[in-house]
């Protein structure tokens, strides 16, 4: 009785597999025809527009983060790594005020879609709002260059902050 179960729920694995093989195979990869259009999903996923612009806050969740959401502690590793880098060579500058400025953009949503909420990390985000307002909108390597230390003085605020929240990043 058990073996008859076991063969059918294994019968039935493999074919959800094989259907979901077959879906993916047919949605269209990298040789798919460019006459055919933009499939639906495709088109989809650039016009839906995020919740942020409607206004009104995701309420809190007691889940994980959004999946398309890193979590804080991943996010906050990678702007720790800023630390060793700098604008020690000419050519190294840009790269590192512009992934200064991405890392901060995404603890910034990572803090936002958090279980804990934003009201949790209204500090960090409250410098990050800061800094996007001193900036501009403008994130050219010259903006960034000119903004140098409210970039990094805001990163290293940041660090400040969550050394002591180490609940949000073990």
């Not at 959401?69 to 700098?86: I, M, N, P, S, W």
């Not at 903004?147 to 002591?164: E, F, P, S, V, Y």
Request: overall charge neutral.
């Amino acid at each position: 009785m058990i073996n008859a179960r076991a063969r059918r729920a294994l019968g039935a694995s493999t074919l959800v597999v094989a259907l979901a093989s077959l879906l993916l195979s047919c949605a269209g990869g990298p040789d798919a025809s460019s006459t055919a259009g933009p499939s639906p999903v495709r088109g989809a996923v650039g016009t839906t527009a995020p919740s942020a612009t409607t206004g009104a806050q995701p309420a809190p969740s007691t889940g994980e983060p959004a999946p398309s959401v890193e979590k804080v502690r991943d996010v906050f590793a990678r702007l720790q790594a800023t630390y060793h880098d700098g604008c020690t060579t000419p050519g190294n500058c840009e790269y590192f005020l512009e992934r200064v400025l991405a890392e901060l953009t995404a603890l910034d949503a990572s803090m936002k879609a958090d279980p804990q909420g934003p009201a949790h990390f209204r500090e960090p985000l409250a410098r990050i709002a800061e800094l996007r307002s001193r900036l501009g909108g403008d994130s050219s390597f010259e903006n960034l260059k000119k903004h140098q230390t409210l970039l990094t003085g805001t990163r290293d605020r940041i660090n400040a902050w969550m050394q002591g929240h180490p609940e949000d990043y073990r």
